[in-house]
Each structure stands twice: as C-alpha cells, then as structure tokens.
C-alpha cells in the first residue's frame, strides 16, 4: 500500500516535475541540446527493486552520481546513465574547454559536475516551494553494475528498506542519451514530506 | 574587453574551474587567473595583487563558500565576489545578497561568465 494519499501524490509528483524542469534546463545549457523528461514515476520499492529497474534498462553497467542531503527531509538522490554513453555525455558538456585526447582523465569529475548541478536543481525546487532548506553533501561517483552502484548508496537498515523512488527519464535525443534522476526517502522522511504536502495543500485551498 | 581582469575562481570540481578559466581566457587574453580548489588552499595562496573578480563556488569539502568569501571580503573588499553554485535555492540567494555576495547559479556557460567578468566591484 502507498504511503501517501492519491492527491499527497499527485502533488509530490508535479512538485518534482518542476523541480526537473529546471534540472533538465541546466543540463540542456550544459549540452547545448533539446533534453526531454518523462513525467515522473512516485514508486515506493525496496533497493532490491529498484536495481532490476536499472538493469532492465541500461543493459547491466551504469554510471552514477549520488549525493546525500537533509534539512526538511533526509534521503539520497542520484543520477544514473548508461556507462557506455558517458563519454559522449562530457563531450557535450567540455567542448572545446579540454583538447579530446585528454577527454577520458576529465571523466570522473565532469559527470560528477552534471550530477551536482541536476541534483540540486531539482533539491532547490523542492526546498524553495516549501520554503525550507536542503543542504547536501558532495556529490559521489560511481561506476560499476546496476547491483553495484546501487549498493553503495548509504547502506539502510532493513526496517528502512522501503523507499520513494522518484524516477524522471531524460534523454538528450539527438546524441541517444538517456538516463534517470531518483531520489531516495526513507518512511520517516516521506511521513515529513507528506505532512508538508498536506500544509501546501490546505494552504492552496484557503 | 581589454581591460585587465585579475581573478580567483575557487570550485572543488576541476572541471568547472577549467571551463570558467576557459571562457575568461578566451575573452580577455590579459587574464590573469589564481585557483584553489577549497577555502584552505585559497586562504593558503597568499594573493597579494589585486583581485577584480572572485568566483566561488558554495558547496566544497571544508569551508563553505560563503565562508570563505566573508574572509575574503576582508582582504579584497574592492573584488566583484559572486557564489557560482549549483545550490540556487532562495536560502542561499538570501544569505549571500545578505552579505553583498553576488549570486550565479551552475552550470558554467559563456553568457553567465562575461556577464560576471563585465562587471565592477567597489
């Protein structure tokens, strides 16, 4: 059963869509491409499930960029994205900045950098709606197999297991790019949200 | 745009000081650029000449960046001073228009960086 209300929902689910919104213009100026979103998927799953999500859709290996953060709510958000694009991915983003030959030894740090910007815009959005504070730590890269990644991701107790995972595609179509941006929220985090979805709401409807 | 600029980009991520350096470079050949990648190796580089631009990131391991702007206010009160950050939540717009910082957000384009470098401090 969902934790959440269907209108609690609906309203978490359009809270991050305009919080992806401005994520996808930050990475549509980093790039300088069209970059499309799905509409987000509100799913409440354990780890486990959300890692044959990934699998399915990125053949095994992905690259990943996640940063833990608090303030009014406390959870991990992450970027992930097909290890086999990542190349083409900073391509877009250096340019000419950093000669071609030496694209491989900016990898790391330049996917890391899209992370922290994509990340946050989506955590400002939703710290701003609420006007509240998210403060987040420094980004984190990993690389590996879907299994992997989502592994290191800060350990939780089995109590926790349960998650919100918020999944947005994006895809930069011209260059076949395709990846997701999920943020993960244990119970105790998601009852806070909701408590402050349902303060918006009552606001909205005075 | 041949006036002499003289600036401090701090930001953890190599990546993003490579690319401001880039965009400075390429529109005022003149530059001349310092870099640290936290508030201690900035507090550690001992400028002496004077800073007409300090473009700081917010978010590095250590001191915050707006911190370490307040410290470097101090000895370069004349600086245009902007936090360069990803974090563009109002929070921290309000924090920084609080202490005169002026305020960028990521990403790192052309645009956003001339605009920074055409401007004066005091």
Same mark, same amino acid.
């Given at each position: 059963?969902?934790?959440?209300?269907?209108?609690?929902?609906?309203?978490?689910?359009?809270?991050?869509?305009?919080?992806?919104?401005?994520?996808?213009?930050?990475?549509?100026?980093?790039?300088?491409?069209?970059?499309?979103?799905?509409?987000?998927?509100?799913?409440?799953?354990?780890?486990?499930?959300?890692?044959?999500?990934?699998?399915?859709?990125?053949? &095994?290996?992905?690259?990943?960029?996640?940063?833990?953060?608090?303030?009014?709510?406390?959870?991990?958000?992450?970027?992930?994205?097909?290890?086999?694009?990542?190349?083409?991915?900073?391509?877009?983003?250096?340019?000419?900045?950093?000669?071609?030959?030496?694209?491989?030894?900016?990898?790391?740090?330049?996917?890391?950098?899209?992370?922290?910007?994509?990340?946050?815009?989506?955590?400002?959005?939703?710290?701003?709606?609420?006007?509240?504070?998210?403060?987040?730590?420094?980004?984190?890269?990993?690389? &590996?197999?879907?299994?992997?990644?989502?592994?290191?991701?800060?350990?939780?107790?089995?109590?926790?297991?349960?998650?919100?995972?918020?999944?947005?595609?994006?895809?930069?179509?011209?260059?076949?790019?395709? &990846?997701?941006?999920?943020?993960?929220?244990?119970?105790?985090?998601?009852?806070?949200?909701?408590?402050?979805?349902?303060?918006?709401?009552?606001?909205?409807?005075? | 745009?041949? =006036? $002499?600029?003289?600036?401090?980009?701090?930001?953890?991520?190599?990546?993003?000081?490579?690319?401001? $350096?880039?965009?400075? $470079?390429?529109?005022?050949? =003149?530059?001349?650029?310092?870099?640290?990648?936290?508030?201690?190796?900035?507090?550690?580089?001992?400028?002496?000449?004077?800073?007409?631009?300090?473009?700081?990131?917010?978010?590095?391991?250590?001191?915050?960046?707006?911190?370490?702007?307040?410290?470097?206010? $101090?000895?370069?009160?004349?600086?245009?001073?902007?936090?360069?950050?990803?974090?563009?939540?109002?929070?921290?717009?309000?924090?920084?228009?609080?202490?005169?910082?002026?305020?960028?957000?990521?990403?790192?384009? =052309? =645009?956003?960086?001339?605009?920074?470098?055409?401007?004066?401090?005091?």
């Amino acid at each position: 059963m969902l934790p959440l209300k269907e209108l609690q929902q609906d309203m978490l689910t359009e809270l991050f869509n305009l919080g992806m919104g401005n994520a996808a213009s930050a990475l549509s100026e980093m790039v300088s491409e069209e970059v499309k979103l799905s509409i987000p998927k509100v799913l409440f799953i354990d780890k486990n499930a959300l890692t044959k999500i990934l699998q399915e859709d990125s053949g &095994g290996h992905i690259s990943a960029v996640s940063q833990n953060f608090e303030g009014m709510i406390l959870g991990q958000a992450m970027l992930t994205f097909p290890t086999d694009r990542s190349l083409e991915l900073i391509r877009l983003l250096l340019q000419d900045s950093v000669p071609l030959e030496n694209l491989t030894e900016f990898e790391e740090e330049a996917l890391t950098e899209v992370g922290n910007i994509i990340i946050n815009a989506g955590l400002s959005s939703l710290a701003d709606i609420f006007a509240d504070e998210i403060t987040s730590d420094l980004p984190v890269f990993n690389s &590996g197999s879907c299994e992997d990644v989502i592994g290191n991701i800060n350990p939780t107790p089995q109590e926790q297991q349960t998650v919100l995972h918020l999944q947005v595609d994006f895809s930069i179509e011209k260059e076949n790019i395709k &990846g997701y941006v999920i943020y993960l929220l244990d119970l105790e985090s998601i009852s806070v949200l909701s408590t402050h979805i349902d303060n918006y709401i009552h606001k909205l409807s005075c | 745009m041949s =006036e $002499k600029r003289t600036v401090l980009i701090v930001d953890d991520s190599r990546v993003s000081r490579m690319m401001v $350096k880039s965009i400075a $470079k390429q529109n005022y050949p =003149e530059v001349t650029i310092f870099e640290a990648g936290n508030a201690d190796d900035t507090l550690a580089l001992d400028i002496t000449d004077e800073l007409t631009h300090i473009i700081c990131d917010y978010n590095m391991p250590g001191m915050d960046g707006l911190s370490l702007c307040k410290a470097l206010q $101090k000895d370069h009160p004349s600086s245009y001073i902007t936090l360069l950050t990803a974090n563009i939540q109002a929070a921290t717009r309000n924090k920084a228009q609080d202490m005169g910082i002026h305020f960028a957000k990521k990403p790192v384009t =052309e =645009e956003r960086i001339l605009s920074i470098l055409s401007k004066q401090g005091h």
